[in-house]
């Protein structure tokens, strides 16, 4: 069965330099989450999108963005990186008819030096 | 505010034997509760989740739970444990509300030794 794909799975950034994850949900899934998970931490919800509209918003810093295109993938852009950014990004992905039950991908290990 | 908590940071267990890993939340109307599994650099898995009806939920992997409202908890079982079961589990709740959000718990790393 398909899966959520994020990519990339590995990537290292300078402080200061910008970043852009991908996220691509399962096929038919009408709803795009953004978590945060540090080293040894629970995932901190970050911003969510339904049917391309921002549906909520979390602790997601104002030097991030994301959006939601019209093919359903997601992207979540991050500006000015600072050494605390890095942490494991993980995307999930829900259906309208089972909006309780998220399917996560095996995130992004975003590294800021 | 909701929240969610997991008291213990590992559970050790020997195969075969049965395993809890112990979440209580904190949420205001109805609670909406998940179990999530995370092997090393994966993401999180869904193992099963209480939105309404029977107190005990079975989800996959041989694992249930068990929703007890008086107590306010929702925890994770297993009759018997397997050494491919050591992982770190994730209990979350979300609230009946149009907010859409999970609520994670810490997190508590099961350890099965063979």
């Known amino acids: 069965a398909a899966g959520v794909i994020q990519s990339p799975r590995h990537l290292i950034k300078e402080k200061r330099e910008t970043a852009t994850l991908k996220c691509y949900p399962i096929p038919r899934h009408d709803t795009v989450y953004w978590y945060q998970q540090g080293p040894g931490q629970d995932p901190q919800f970050l911003i969510s999108f339904y049917e391309k509209m921002q549906s909520d918003k979390g602790s997601i810093p104002d030097r991030f963005s994301a959006q939601q295109f019209s093919d359903y993938h997601s992207e979540l852009n991050m500006s000015s990186l600072e050494l605390g950014d890095s942490a494991l990004y993980f995307c999930?992905?829900?259906?309208?008819?089972?909006?309780?039950?998220?399917?996560f991908g095996n995130g992004t290990r975003l590294t800021v030096t | 505010a909701q929240s969610v908590a997991q008291p213990e940071d590992q559970v050790n267990v020997a195969e075969g034997n049965p395993l809890t890993v112990k979440c209580t939340y904190s949420v205001s109307g109805n609670p909406y509760l998940f179990w999530y599994v995370q092997y090393p650099n994966r993401g999180l898995q869904f193992l099963l989740k209480y939105i309404t009806g029977d107190n005990l939920v079975k989800g996959s992997y041989g694992f249930e739970a068990e929703f007890n409202k008086s107590q306010t908890s929702f925890h994770l079982k297993k009759p018997s444990a397997l050494v491919s079961d050591s992982a770190l589990y994730f209990c979350a709740a979300l609230m009946d509300t149009g907010r859409r959000a999970l609520t994670f718990g810490s997190g508590t790393r099961l350890q099965v030794q063979p």
């Open positions: 999930a992905s829900s259906f309208g008819q089972e909006p309780f039950t998220l399917h």
